[in-house]
């Protein structure tokens, strides 16, 4: 496990939905430490996934949780899936925006995928397109691709790449699949707790 104290310069902000609102629920955490998955690749994204830890533990409140499950199943091309963000609302637009954003979307199959980024897409990664061309852009990368079952929350995606035609084009975006890194986060949050 690729482990690195350079996390110290981050500061979590959670139980907000607004960046800049003086919110009495809002909680800032500062990094410990991260993990980055050992066969990172940063020119083909491939295994893009790292974890994060902070230096005290989180306090759950009615506008903080967990979510309730990491995904231990593949996920399937056609399911329904949304993210959420900070990031641009457009290619014109510099710069996160202050509320908090979300978007539905529907997987695509990997062949669908590789239509569009080519060979360098492989099974631990999953497209998503939304309507409208709306999807993730400049400053959601990190983002969570979440999947309701019933009651159920499933994180089954983070968000990892973006068309270099720009975010309003009608290419899909790109997560890396939670389900394949299921062991790898497991062994990590046991083993550094």
Do not use: K
């Amino acid at each position: 496990m690729d482990h690195n104290s350079s996390a110290l310069l981050f500061t979590i902000r959670l139980g907000s939905n607004n960046l800049n609102a003086d919110d009495p629920n809002v909680l800032l955490l500062s990094t410990e430490t991260y993990f980055l998955h050992p066969d990172y690749d940063p020119l083909t994204l491939s295994n893009d996934y790292g974890l994060i830890r902070l230096r005290m533990p989180i306090t759950f409140t009615e506008y903080i949780w967990a979510a309730s499950f990491l995904s231990a199943n593949p996920l399937p091309a056609g399911a329904e899936v949304l993210t959420v963000g900070w990031g641009q609302i457009s290619d014109e637009t510099a710069g996160l925006v202050d509320d908090l954003r979300y978007v539905n979307l529907v997987t695509l199959s990997n062949e669908e995928c590789r239509m569009v980024f080519g060979n360098q897409v492989n099974d631990n990664m999953v497209c998503v397109a939304g309507n409208n061309n709306e999807g993730t852009c400049r400053g959601d990368l990190g983002s969570p691709l979440i999947q309701y079952v019933g009651p159920m929350v499933f994180n089954v995606g983070v968000a990892s790449f973006i068309s270099s035609n720009g975010c309003e084009s009608s290419d899909p975006s790109g997560f890396t699949r939670t389900y394949s890194y299921f062991d790898w986060i497991h062994n990590v949050t046991s083993n550094n707790t």
